[in-house]
């Protein structure tokens, strides 16, 4: 299904899109941030918020890290502002960096067995499905975030993989 090159790139991706995103919503003000638009997670911030959880969540599976303290009713408040936000969001991305580059195939067969806080219940799946509904995941949202940036009257940033810059 996937490969850890195939890794390489989303988590690649991921970082250049969330870096993207700090710059543009670094000029909005808190109030645009928060602000309720009508997303499934409500406001900017919020997204961001759950998107964050939701990476370190799946990592808790994947590599050990350690699991939020919040399920996912409390995965949109955990950083208060943008600043926080930014700033864990940097260091995760760096992690997955660190994660994809030690990734090897044999890390992505078999199933990964969890408990879901989602369906209350054990779940079994393909770890390289887990692995792309991880990446998935992270664009769904970002799509959402994208058009409330604009929703807010602020430039979004350029979100196609095929334009990501090359690595240099």
Not at 53 to 67: P, V
Not at 124 to 148: D, E, K, S, W, Y
Request: glycine share 8%.
């Amino acid at each position: 299904m996937i490969d850890p090159g195939y890794c390489r790139v989303m988590v690649r991706y991921n970082s250049w899109q969330n870096s993207q995103l700090a710059e543009c919503l670094a000029d909005l003000p808190a109030e645009e941030l928060t602000r309720e638009r009508g997303a499934f997670f409500g406001s900017i911030l919020a997204t961001l918020n759950h998107l964050l959880w939701a990476d370190l969540m799946w990592m808790s599976r994947f590599d050990g890290w350690d699991k939020p303290a919040t399920g996912i009713a409390g995965s949109t408040t955990l950083c208060p502002t943008l600043a926080t936000w930014s700033a864990e969001r940097y260091r995760t991305d760096r992690r997955l960096t660190l994660w994809a580059e030690r990734l090897r195939a044999v890390d992505l067969a078999g199933d990964l067995t969890w408990y879901s806080g989602a369906t209350g219940a054990e779940m079994a799946r393909p770890m390289a499905l887990c692995v792309t509904h991880m990446f998935n995941h992270q664009t769904h949202h970002r799509g959402q975030i994208h058009a409330m940036i604009t929703a807010a009257g602020a430039k979004a940033p350029v979100s196609d993989l095929a334009f990501m810059p090359d690595e240099g």
